[in-house]
């Protein structure tokens, strides 16, 4: 089935730090990638919504200017928290649909969790 | 995208049918019912979606009421790796092209289902 792979799973560093995460789909173009946050026991927040070659659309709310997002290839999304401080620390999860017919299912990564000291 | 409602949380015993509960009473003709679920510290796993028809498939099988109004997820046989939060979702079926934002995921609470030895 549809495999997304995230990378790191965990980061760990300091304050003022830029961390990068990224997102593969490994056996399937993905036109579309989601990037989430989840705090501890809340649920999914969608952050960001990237097309490949475009730029990403954002909820409102997320800095767009903080959460870089890049969408380069139709394989391979990153997720770049630049800056980070110790609010940013949370559970970041990236997902991926196949083409762009409708009802396709998101697939997601296995998530990174950022702590920022 | 239309509001479901779930129960916060249920149990099942080890071997035994789980029935997860979902309403959508809002949901319009041109939306799908999905199933995720997340196991602790894990990205979403997708189970299982519809329109309007019943279906099955390795994972589960999903039981959508005649005015579409409710489903029912059922895990036949429960087991301990079952135990996850499981979030059901109604998304608007956008046409091709819709351009970012057509195919995010609103996730709510969830039901937390505890699968019981």
């Known amino acids: 089935g549809a495999v997304v792979s995230q990378h790191p799973s965990r980061v760990i560093c300091k304050s003022g730090t830029s961390v990068k995460i990224e997102c593969r789909s490994l056996?399937?173009?993905?036109?579309?990638m989601f990037w989430y946050r989840q705090f501890p026991k809340k649920s999914l927040m969608l952050m960001a919504t990237?097309?490949?070659?475009?730029?990403?659309?954002?909820e409102q709310g997320v800095e767009k200017d903080k959460f870089l997002i890049n969408h380069a290839s139709l394989t391979l999304s990153t997720l770049t928290v630049t800056s980070a401080h110790p609010e940013d620390s949370s559970f970041y999860i990236c997902?991926?649909?196949?083409?762009?017919?409708?009802?396709?299912?998101?697939?997601f990564g296995d998530g990174t969790r950022l702590s920022i000291l | 995208d239309a509001k479901t409602t779930q129960p916060p949380s249920m149990d099942c015993a080890e071997g035994r049918a789980a029935n997860l509960p979902c309403n959508h009473s809002?949901?319009?003709?041109?939306?799908?019912v999905y199933w995720y679920r997340q196991i602790h510290s894990q990205g979403p796993q997708y189970i299982i979606h519809?329109?309007?028809n019943n279906e099955t498939n390795e994972m589960a099988s999903l039981i959508i009421t005649e005015d579409r109004k409710s489903s029912t997820l059922i895990l036949p046989h429960a087991t301990l790796r079952d135990t996850a939060v499981y979030y059901c979702?109604?998304?608007?079926?956008?046409?091709?092209?819709?351009?970012?934002?057509?195919?995010?995921?609103?996730f709510g609470k969830g039901t937390k289902l505890s699968v019981i030895p």
């Open positions: 519809g329109l309007k």
């Open positions: 990237s097309n490949e070659g475009s730029k990403a659309t954002y």
């Open positions: 979702i109604v998304r608007v079926l956008y046409p091709l092209y819709s351009g970012a934002g057509s195919y995010q995921l609103t």
């Open positions: 809002t949901i319009s003709g041109n939306e799908y």
């Open positions: 056996d399937f173009q993905a036109t579309t």
């Open positions: 997902s991926a649909t196949i083409g762009r017919a409708g009802g396709q299912p998101q697939h």
